[in-house]
């Protein structure tokens, strides 16, 4: 099992930039994948930015420039640093995890809010 904690999020004017963390219960080098999610009110939950333990990044388009996902190995934490915010930024992020093996593990954090308002 991997517990993962999220946190960082809050409220930030448009323009404005957080950092989000999360903090994986093991060592993230026996972490296969880890991302970021997130899901607005009324709408699927979707891929913002992922890491792979070969350091392989891939960003959803819409914050391609703006947003940025790095780890920490010594924390076993990763983040996503969000600038020039904006309201279409507005959701719920959530951590992912994906363990490969001879199937795929797949572990969610609890979410943080992050809004995006003046």
């Known amino acids: 099992q991997v517990q993962l904690v999220e946190s960082g999020g809050g409220l930030v004017q448009p323009g404005g930039s957080l950092t989000l963390s999360c903090a994986a219960s093991i060592s993230i080098f026996s972490i296969d994948s880890m991302g970021w999610y997130r899901q607005a009110p009324g709408k699927q939950r979707e891929l913002v930015a992922t890491?792979?333990?070969?350091?392989?990044?891939t960003y959803t388009n819409s914050v391609k420039g703006r947003f940025t996902i790095s780890r920490d190995n010594a924390k076993n934490t990763v983040y996503l640093q969000m600038n020039s915010l904006n309201a279409e930024d507005t959701a719920v992020y959530y951590c992912?995890?994906?363990?490969?093996?001879?199937?795929?593990?797949?572990?969610w954090g609890q979410g943080t809010q992050v809004t995006v308002s003046s």
């Open positions: 890491r792979t333990s070969g350091g392989s990044t």
């Open positions: 992912r995890a994906d363990r490969y093996s001879s199937a795929v593990s797949t572990y």
